[in-house]
């Protein structure tokens, strides 16, 4: 969740550090800091808390820190309250070793209390203190240089990290380091960058290298030697970035979030022709055979927030297609109950990041009892792409908002592509039903671009609706599903407490919260489940809930009990969610618009979750 960024070349280093960190500030923070060298001088170091601006405003949008090497820093709290004292860079009492960390270091307690006894003093209360001052111990005790201390260290941590430092003796130097936690090297002729992900690069260039679990970098001005937890030099090969760096500005739009949900069309296309080729769905290229999917008994989505979400929807889509039993993880609980999984389990962990730190894990846990495992992701050479045994990848490019919009709709996609596939594989939908799901499919970005071009009406009740205090979301079904993720939106971004219900459940308690002038949203997408939600949302409307329906075209008896009603394009049922949620997306965007809310940054969240 913090964002790391590191320059050594021949420009000045503190303009590029902080046109990196706002390119990184979708990831959430809560302070910012620069450490910046010039030549052999004495090392700067300048933190602030809060807003980027502030210690843009501090350093004179970096003009005032001369020197062409350094490192930068956001961070997002874990160990220590958010305060200029706890913000990254930190450094050794003499500054001989600065560094700054992405992660969580488990045992820094334990690493604390054992540098006490050797006579170090602390004054942060971050774990990320603890790692310098571990690497700085090992490095004055064996003498061996930098690399040995970062890999005598990296033995010694437990946790999940990625780290950057600048040590005094080696002043034309950087050094990396990263386990379980994102950062990518780029190089461009004498320039050489580091940075926790893609966007804060693009600027300036497009060649990168990945650095892998368990590795270490040495970086010189246009140079980059990477090294094994062995001390062993390995080879990497240069990825180029295909990302056009313009896609990672607001393009006219108010807000990146805005902007992305008027990208779904395309990403959705995309993701789509990437995986769809000559009318047939083509997993071989991923390495997912007939064979293999005939083998597969059961399958285990694991995943987090939206993308557990998205779980749940396939959930419905896979078992009525495919006849597979499906079962829907949270990531955070997954490995902690001990999964029954054998080889004939299929695995699916989706991550917009790929390096969210509890779906990794449960990746991790799933290959270790012998489960197959498919990665769904957006990030290419990320680190479940990489430890997954197939990558199914989504096109959904970069995503700035920290609420996500596009990554969910392409990850919906490719779940549903899968789904038809096992089911034709398997022999559970017919030839001629498997056209009809494809073409249904690739109808979808025309029909949400139906949709944005009728926001208006949407825009116009979010507002009369901006001052609500709950909103209850209500459906059955697939409609449960697309309910889960517009209230989580809802929350997320306007701050308004919004919960969604199974509709059937609401006579088991929740009809008790029910009172005069409650909102009450009811998704009606699945034609087998109208007439018992719209039952459920007159129960509600006989209690004083103000009644919004959202339903696809035809269905015009929901105006009879609804009191607004907002219509999406008619697709397959199985499909509802990725027309649906585009309404929703719009009502949560529209209150935090009303309200005066920071849309693309809400408070206390971050973007890629990379610690648990």
Same mark, same amino acid.
């Given at each position: /969740? ?9 420009? *000045? ?11 990184? #500030? ?17 090392? =700067? ?7 980027? %601006? ?30 200029? &004292? ?68 990296? /033995?010694? +941590?437990? &946790? ?34 580091? !940075?926790?992900?893609?966007? !804060?690069? $693009? ?34 090969? +240069? ?24 990208? *779904? ?10 995986? +769809? ?6 997993? @071989? ?47 955070? #609980?997954?490995?902690?109950? %001990? ?7 299929? +695995?699916?962990?989706?991550? *917009? ?12 846990? !799933? ?91 949407? *825009?116009?009740? !979010? ?20 309910? /889960? ?6 929350? @997320?971004?306007?701050? =308004?407490?919004? @919960? ?12 008790? $919260? ?17 007439? %018992? ?6 129960? =509600? ?6 009644? /919004? &329906? ?48 920071? =849309? ?13």
């Amino acid at each position: /969740m913090c964002g790391i960024v590191g320059y050594i070349g021949n420009r *000045q280093a503190a303009p590029i550090l902080l046109e990196g960190l706002s390119k990184l #500030e979708y990831r959430g923070y809560d302070s910012a800091g620069l450490a910046v060298r010039d030549g052999e001088a004495e090392p =700067v170091i300048v933190k602030a808390k809060g807003r980027l %601006k502030i210690l843009a405003e501090k350093t004179d949008d970096g003009l005032s820190l001369p020197g062409n090497c350094g490192i930068g820093h956001t961070r997002w709290a874990t160990h220590g309250e958010p305060s200029e &004292g706890n913000a990254h860079p930190h450094c050794t009492d003499d500054r001989s070793i600065i560094g700054v960390h992405n992660g969580i270091i488990e045992n820094y307690q334990e690493l604390r209390d054992k540098l006490v006894r050797k006579g170090y003093s602390f004054h942060s209360q971050t774990d990320t203190e603890v790692a310098i001052k571990t690497v700085d111990y090992y490095l004055r005790k064996y003498n061996k240089g930098p690399i040995d201390a970062i890999v005598r260290t990296m /033995m010694r +941590v437990r &946790g999940s990290y990625a780290l950057a430092f600048m040590f005094k003796e080696y002043p034309g130097e950087l050094y990396v380091a990263r386990k379980d936690s994102p950062l990518i090297i780029g190089v461009d002729g004498t320039d050489t960058y580091v !940075a926790s992900d893609v966007p !804060a690069l $693009l600027k300036y260039t497009r060649n990168v290298y990945y650095i892998g679990n368990l590795e270490i970098a040495r970086l010189g001005a246009g140079s980059a030697t990477f090294y094994n937890i062995d001390q062993e030099e390995i080879e990497k090969e +240069v990825t180029q970035i295909k990302w056009d760096a313009e896609s990672a500005e607001k393009g006219g739009f108010e807000h990146f979030m805005m902007k992305e949900i008027h990208e *779904q069309p395309k990403a959705v296309q995309d993701t789509y022709n990437a995986i +769809v080729r000559d009318g047939h769905v083509d997993l @071989e290229g991923i390495e997912i055979t007939p064979e293999a999917i005939e083998k597969i008994h059961n399958i285990v989505i694991v995943a987090c927030g939206s993308a557990y979400h998205v779980g749940i929807s396939l959930q419905y889509v896979i078992e009525d297609l495919a006849r597979i039993p499906v079962r829907v993880e949270l990531a955070s #609980e997954f490995r902690y109950r %001990k999964p029954i999984l054998d080889a004939d389990t299929l +695995v699916i962990v989706i991550s *917009q990041s790929g390096e969210t730190a509890d779906s990794l894990a449960a990746l991790r846990e !799933a290959k270790s009892r012998g489960a197959r495992t498919l990665g769904i992701v957006n990030v290419i050479g990320s680190s479940i792409a990489r430890e997954a045994d197939n990558v199914l990848y989504t096109l959904a490019g970069p995503e700035i908002a920290v609420a996500t919009t596009k990554a969910y709709s392409t990850q919906l996609i490719a779940g549903y592509l899968l789904a038809i596939e096992f089911g034709r594989v398997r022999g559970k939908i017919t030839e001629d039903q498997y056209a009809r799901y494809l073409e249904d499919i690739a109808k979808i970005p025309s029909q949400i671009t139906r949709i944005l071009e009728d926001k208006e009406r949407i *825009q116009w009740f !979010a507002a009369k609706y901006s001052h609500a205090h709950d909103i209850f979301f209500i459906g059955r079904g697939v409609d449960y599903a697309i309910c /889960m993720e517009g209230s989580l939106k809802m929350k @997320e971004i306007s701050y =308004v407490h919004s @919960e969604a219900y199974a509709a059937g459940e609401l006579k088991h308690g929740t009809i008790s $919260l029910v009172e005069e002038g409650t909102l009450v949203i009811g998704s009606l997408t699945q034609p087998d489940l109208f007439e %018992k939600t719209i039952s459920n949302m007159v129960e =509600v409307k006989s209690r004083g809930a103000y009644l /919004m &329906g959202l339903t696809s075209y035809g269905y015009y008896s929901v105006e009879d009990t609804a009191d607004f009603t907002v219509y999406v394009p008619r697709t397959d049922p199985h499909f509802a969610n990725s027309l649906a949620i585009i309404s929703l997306q719009l009502m949560a965007y529209y209150v935090s618009v009303a309200k005066g809310l920071d =849309v693309d940054k809400p408070r206390n969240l971050a973007k890629s979750v990379t610690v648990e």
